[in-house]
């Protein structure tokens, strides 16, 4: 089945390793977080992911999954679909009995969260895998890896006892490797097949450099924005010449509303060694051309808006000093004499 799964991958994609087809490994992934208030009262959230898109929402209270895109089905029928709503939701049930039968044996206190992300990562030219992971208050905690359950080094004893229980599971067992296997494999392609156009859209990414607040006399904080790129893979570094500058400081990658990302790269430098620097881009939406943002250039506009800003406030000074000397004195009153 293995084996049949990577032949099924080179057949129906067979342009990933051309630069119109996917170019880095996909991951797919199904997370569910569970929030253990009491013993009785379990609150579940759930979606779907391809890289960073979210392609399913679930429905707490219909205990189905909203698709978010048009391509969100892939090539499974409504049946399909139903079968594996009903699958994720019996495996989430056994798994909250487990956590709820044995609060007390573990040592638990509510409230505290359960999470599991089940899923499939595609890496092109190397071997596929599939996985299963239940992590504990963000731990890891078990894992499903070749037909069986296997407790993390961080779960200690709970997680041994867990894995104990889980695979007298028989069923369960079967039921988790034909899902990794066989099921995430062909949605996973199903969904690539149908949303190609929007997983594979490019966004050319806009650049700009800024300053930032400086962390001493005499030094500069130097700032490279970009936003605006889609796919979210991206490269970018301050640079001196052709060697990267080993003080560049990253920030997370945001999300744009629009679905694009941002991006801002520091570099704090003395002021007098800001000369020869620049920002250099990276992404796949450019075609092989960089984004070059030289300092130079940005440092000259910013001396003279800074000039011209200068120069208004001390216009702006001297014009209300003139108009102050200006002003008339008061002439004092007279005093009438005194009848």
């Known amino acids: 089945m293995w084996f049949l799964q990577l032949s099924l991958l080179v057949i129906l994609l067979p342009g990933c390793d051309n630069k119109d087809g996917f170019q880095e490994p996909i991951s797919f992934e199904i997370i569910r977080i569970h929030t253990f208030y009491s013993r009785s009262w379990v609150q579940t959230l759930g979606s779907i992911w391809v890289d960073e898109l979210q392609t399913h929402k679930w429905d707490s209270n219909s205990g189905n999954y909203i698709f978010l895109w048009p391509w969100s089905k892939g090539n499974f029928s409504n049946e399909e679909w139903i079968e594996q709503e009903k699958l994720c939701s019996t495996f989430s049930i056994q798994l909250i009995r487990a956590f709820q039968n044995r609060a007390s044996q573990w040592q638990l206190e509510y409230p505290f969260e359960v999470q599991t992300t089940a899923g499939y990562e595609l890496r092109f030219g190397e071997t596929s895998v599939g996985f299963i992971r239940v992590a504990y208050q963000g731990s890891d905690f078990i894992s499903f890896q070749n037909t069986s359950w296997l407790p993390s080094p961080q779960g200690g004893s709970r997680a041994q006892d867990a894995c104990r229980l889980f695979n007298l599971n028989q069923v369960g067992l079967e039921i988790a490797d034909r899902f990794l296997s066989d099921t995430c494999p062909r949605l996973l392609l199903g969904i690539l097949d149908a949303g190609k156009a929007d997983l594979q859209r490019q966004v050319k990414p806009e650049a700009w450099l800024s300053t930032g607040p400086s962390s001493g006399p005499g030094h500069l904080t130097l700032v490279c924005h970009v936003s605006g790129f889609h796919p979210k893979p991206i490269w970018v570094m ?55 943002l030289s300092w130079e250039n940005d440092s000259s506009m910013g001396l003279i808006f800074a000039a011209v800003i200068v120069s208004l406030v001390l216009l702006t000074g001297l014009a209300f000093w003139l108009r102050k000397r200006r002003k008339p004195c008061a002439t004092p009153r007279t005093p009438l004499p005194s009848q």
């Open 238 to 292: 301050w640079m001196r010449g052709e060697q990267e500058h080993p003080g560049t400081q990253r920030s997370d990658i945001l999300p744009n509303a629009d679905g694009t990302w941002y991006l801002r790269k520091s570099l704090d430098v003395e002021a007098i060694e800001a000369a020869g620097l620049s920002c250099r881009v990276r992404h796949s939406s450019l075609g092989g051309q960089d984004i070059i």
